[in-house]
C-alpha cells in the first residue's frame, strides 16, 4: 500500500460515527471493514498518480455491491436504476481506472465497485444528480430525475494524490498530503446557528420539522440566502464583518461611518416572490427562474458592499444600514465560549485577545445589541459566526461556517 493504514482506520472511524450519529439521521447500513477502505482508496489513490494518454485521471468508485444497491437505493433514492452493468465484472485496479478515464467524474456518475470474495470488482456504472437546494441556478426538480448518489462510500479524484471521501450528499473529508481531512458540520441549519437567525420570524421546530410548509419556505429561503452569501465570502477571501441586527434603532450610536445612506436594496420582495414559488410548485417555472437569478444577484451585491473597510450592518430581512462602518460598542466583559456543534472534533477554544481589531469590535457590538449575528471573515482563514445567548448572558461562536471546507 502506498497511503499510511491509519488513514483507512481514521477514515472507517469517522464512517461509523457517521453512521450511528442521530444527528445526521442515516439509515441503517452494513459498515464497510476497514480493510475494504484501505483498497478503496489506496486503489484511487494509486490512480491518482497515473496518467493516460498524458490527460490526469478523472474518476469516482462508490463501494456497494450489486445486491444492496437494489435493496437500498432503489427504493429509496432512485426512480428507477440508471446504471450500466458490466456482463462480466472488470478488476478493480489502478490501471483499469486509467483505461476508463472521464468515463464518470464523481460529480453526476460513479462506477460501482465491491469485495465479492474472490477479489475487488467493478460491477456497474450508476448515474445521479445532487439534491435540489433552494438557490439552485435550477430551482425545481422532475419525478424522472429522482437519482442520489448512493448512500455509500464514495471516492472522487480531484487532483494528484488528492481524493474526496463523501456519503450521499454528505462530504466526509479529504485524502490530501498522505492525511486525512475531515470535513466539519455545516452550522448554518436550525439547530445550531439557524434558530437564531430565524428567532426574528418567529419560527420554530417541532422536533425535526418546522411546524408548518409556509415556515419551512421562508426558514429555508432565508438560510439559503444567508449560506449563499457565506459562499460567496469564501469564494473571495477576502477579510470582512457582515453583522444582522434586529432592526437600525438597535444600533444608534454604536457606530460612525462616513458613507451614510437611505433606501432599499428590495431582498425581501425577491424572498417572498420566491417562497410563493415554492409553496407553488411547477407553476411560473421561467419566473422561478428568473427570481432565483435575480436574488443570487442581489446577495452577491450585498456582499460586495463589505469590501469597503468598516463593517456591513444589515437587517433580519436583509436591507443595508450602513457599510464600512467603525464599530464603537462598549467593550464585552462577559463569558465567550465555543457553541455546540454535533460530531466536531473541537478545536481549542478561540483567544479573542489574539484576534484583530475586526473580531475583537464584532465581538463587542454582538455582546450590546441583542438579536445580533456577526460573520467575520479573514482573507487566509475561516469564516466565524457569534452571538449573543441571551438566556446565558454569554456570546457563543462557532469558528468555521464555511461549507465543505476541511480541517487543516
Known amino acids: 500500500m502506498l497511503l499510511n493504514p491509519r488513514i483507512a482506520a481514521e477514515l472507517h472511524r469517522a464512517w461509523t460515527d457517521h453512521q450511528n450519529n442521530p444527528a445526521f439521521g442515516k439509515d441503517s447500513r452494513p459498515i464497510p471493514l476497514q480493510g475494504e477502505f484501505a483498497i478503496l482508496i489506496d486503489t484511487m489513490f494509486q490512480a491518482s498518480l497515473l496518467k493516460e494518454e498524458g490527460v490526469s485521471i478523472l474518476s469516482g468508485v462508490a463501494w456497494i455491491s450489486k445486491n444492496d444497491f437494489i435493496r437500498f437505493e432503489i427504493p429509496k433514492y432512485r426512480e428507477t436504476e440508471l446504471c450500466l452493468y458490466f456482463e462480466t465484472p472488470i478488476e478493480f485496479t489502478a490501471k483499469n481506472l486509467a483505461k476508463m478515464n472521464g468515463i464518470v467524474n464523481g460529480k453526476s456518475g460513479a462506477l460501482l465497485a465491491v469485495s465479492d470474495g474472490d477479489g475487488v470488482v467493478i460491477w456497474g456504472i450508476c448515474y445521479f444528480a445532487h439534491p435540489l437546494k433552494t438557490l439552485n441556478e435550477i430551482p425545481a426538480g422532475i419525478p424522472c430525475a429522482r437519482h442520489f448518489s448512493p448512500d455509500c462510500p464514495m471516492v472522487t479524484i480531484s487532483g494528484v494524490g488528492r481524493l474526496e471521501i463523501t456519503r450521499g450528499s454528505s462530504r466526509l473529508g479529504l485524502i490530501e498530503n498522505g492525511a486525512y481531512l475531515p470535513s466539519h458540520?455545516?452550522?448554518?441549519?436550525?439547530?445550531?446557528?439557524?434558530?437564531?437567525?430565524?428567532?426574528?420570524?418567529?419560527?420554530?421546530?417541532?422536533?425535526?420539522?418546522?411546524?408548518?410548509?409556509?415556515?419551512?419556505?421562508?426558514?429555508?429561503?432565508?438560510?439559503?440566502?444567508?449560506?449563499?452569501?457565506?459562499?460567496?465570502?469564501?469564494?473571495?477571501?477576502?477579510?470582512?464583518?457582515?453583522?444582522?441586527?434586529?432592526?437600525?434603532?438597535?444600533?444608534?450610536?454604536?457606530?460612525?461611518?462616513?458613507?451614510?445612506?437611505?433606501?432599499?436594496?428590495?431582498?425581501?420582495?425577491?424572498?417572498?416572490?420566491?417562497?410563493?414559488?415554492?409553496?407553488?410548485?411547477?407553476?411560473?417555472?421561467?419566473?422561478?427562474?428568473?427570481?432565483?437569478?435575480?436574488?443570487?444577484?442581489?446577495?452577491?451585491?450585498?456582499?460586495?458592499?463589505?469590501?469597503?473597510?468598516?463593517a456591513l450592518l444589515i437587517t433580519h430581512d436583509l436591507n443595508v444600514i450602513g457599510f464600512g462602518v467603525k464599530l464603537k460598542a462598549p467593550k464585552w466583559s462577559g463569558n465567550v465560549c465555543q457553541g455546540e456543534i454535533p460530531y466536531c472534533i473541537c478545536n481549542q477554544p478561540l483567544e479573542f485577545s489574539r484576534l484583530g481589531t475586526r473580531h475583537n469590535s464584532a465581538l463587542d457590538f454582538v455582546g450590546k445589541v441583542e438579536g445580533a449575528i456577526a460573520f467575520v471573515s479573514s482573507s487566509d482563514g475561516p469564516i466565524r459566526v457569534m452571538t449573543k445567548d441571551v438566556d446565558c448572558e454569554r456570546i457563543i461562536y462557532w469558528p468555521d461556517c464555511r461549507e465543505s471546507k476541511f480541517k487543516k
Not at 205 to 215: F, L, P
Not at 239 to 253: D, L, M, Q, R
Open 185 to 310: 458540520v455545516d452550522i448554518i441549519t436550525y439547530s445550531i446557528v439557524g434558530k437564531y437567525i430565524l428567532k426574528k420570524f418567529g419560527i420554530e421546530t417541532n422536533g425535526k420539522s418546522y411546524r408548518n410548509n409556509t415556515e419551512a419556505n421562508i426558514a429555508r429561503t432565508h438560510l439559503s440566502c444567508i449560506r449563499y452569501m457565506v459562499e460567496v465570502l469564501a469564494q473571495r477571501k477576502q477579510g470582512a464583518t457582515i453583522i444582522i441586527v434586529p432592526n437600525k434603532e438597535t444600533t444608534s450610536g454604536l457606530f460612525d461611518t462616513a458613507w451614510g445612506i437611505t433606501g432599499n436594496i428590495e431582498i425581501s420582495i425577491l424572498q417572498q416572490q420566491k417562497i410563493k414559488y415554492e409553496e407553488e410548485k411547477f407553476s411560473g417555472m421561467l419566473s422561478h427562474l428568473k427570481v432565483s437569478e435575480t436574488l443570487r444577484n442581489r446577495l452577491r451585491s450585498l456582499v460586495d458592499l463589505s469590501k469597503m473597510d468598516g
